[in-house]
């Protein structure tokens, strides 16, 4: 390890320690306990997740009050916009993916309150960049990247009408058919076009792979796989329902169906190598493969000339497919 590295860690653990003290000797005790619990669970130097109990700590500030739920998500996002260090920004990430999956609603609610005035980039790390040595410029793709994912995860969960990751959603996904069969079509486009957005930003991947050999990143990519799986599985019911429909649907519809599934194969190189053939779900890919020729045949059938170019592209891309 370098000298400026081995350097950044002490001073980095010493500036810990610093913000510990200080934040104790707050005036200010309530916010102080808060703001030292996410400290701990975000520490500078190591290359590990935050242990268990540490998160555990994070999440049960949103079991008592508003207040402490507002002091823990504006604590948390402080320390992510105000460090410079890649290791640290993926450790907060970590941190509200948790929060994310296992946190309890007020603290859920209090995220999302966040991200509603932010805006659709709301953890503003699109242009973060750790310029300390080459592995850290790496690392710095992979914050990019794990943003983008847990920002898209909270775009998914207000489309769908609840957490992606709750309880709630892993008992009931790919089980609420007849709320599937019930829906419109343009709200289950739209769902697709949401969840599609997810699979591309997981198939979005910084292309150093081999970081994956330390244990944050390692985890940070085991927990998106288990996003992606619940993913898959409401692409899965909601295309299976549109095809099932596909004559009732209008030109535009069938237009808008066919680019979400084009998009979604698309990303399909970048998933497979991310999670070296685990969440294959091939049933899936090839339910997409025959609904893409059969809305092919469809528009083939029934376009005018305002589609031809798109259906002659498409037709090409299932016969290069196939």
């Given at each position: 390890?370098?000298y ?5 860690i ?17 005036s ?17 130097g ?5 242990s ?7 999440i ?19 320390r ?6 890649a290791?640290?920004?993926?450790k907060c ?12 609603f ?29 592995e ?9 990247w794990?943003?983008?994912i ?9 489309v769908?009408?609840?957490?992606l990751?709750?309880k ?6 790919g ?11 343009p709200?289950?486009l739209?769902d697709?076009?949401a ?13 150093s792979?081999?970081?994956q050999?330390k244990?944050?990143?390692y985890?940070?990519?085991?927990s ?7 993913v ?8 299976a329902?549109?095809?099932?429909r596909?004559m ?6 069938w237009?808008?169906?066919?680019n ?10 970048g ?13 899936l ?9 059969k ?11 305002g ?12 016969s290069r497919?196939?």
């Amino acid at each position: 390890m370098g000298y400026r590295k081995n350097l950044r860690i002490v001073c980095g653990r010493l500036k810990d320690k610093g913000s510990l003290i200080k934040t104790v000797l707050s005036s200010k005790p309530h916010k102080s306990a808060v703001r030292c619990v996410i400290l701990r669970a975000t520490t500078h130097g190591s290359s590990s997740p935050p242990s268990n109990h540490r998160i555990a700590a994070v999440i049960s500030l949103g079991l008592e009050s508003k207040t402490e739920a507002c002091s823990c998500i504006q604590a948390l996002m402080d320390r992510l916009h105000s460090t410079s260090d890649a290791l640290v920004a993926l450790k907060c990430l970590y941190t509200i993916h948790n929060i994310i999956g296992k946190g309890f609603f007020i603290l859920k609610d209090q995220l999302s309150m966040y991200e509603y005035f932010g805006g659709r980039n709301f953890l503003k790390l699109l242009t973060f960049r750790d310029d300390l040595d080459p592995e850290t410029r790496e690392m710095s793709k992979w914050v990019r990247w794990y943003a983008a994912i847990l920002e898209q995860n909270l775009v998914v969960s207000k489309v769908l009408g609840c957490h992606l990751y709750s309880k709630r959603a892993k008992n009931v996904i790919g089980k609420e058919k007849d709320n599937i069969s019930s829906s419109l079509n343009p709200d289950l486009l739209n769902d697709i076009d949401a969840l599609v957005e997810f699979a591309c930003q997981v198939g979005d991947l910084p292309d150093s792979l081999h970081l994956q050999r330390k244990s944050l990143v390692y985890e940070i990519v085991r927990s998106v796989g288990e996003d992606y799986r619940l993913v898959q599985r409401e692409i899965g019911t909601r295309v299976a329902e549109l095809e099932a429909r596909m004559m009732s649907l209008s030109s535009s519809e069938w237009t808008q169906f066919l680019n979400s599934l084009t998009k979604f194969e698309d990303c399909k190189e970048g998933i497979s190598l991310l999670f070296r053939n685990r969440n294959r779900n091939d049933e899936l890919w090839d339910l997409v493969k025959e609904t893409m020729a059969k809305l092919v045949a469809v528009m083939k059938d029934r376009g005018n000339d305002g589609k031809r170019k798109l259906v002659v592209r498409l037709l090409q891309r299932t016969s290069r497919a196939s």
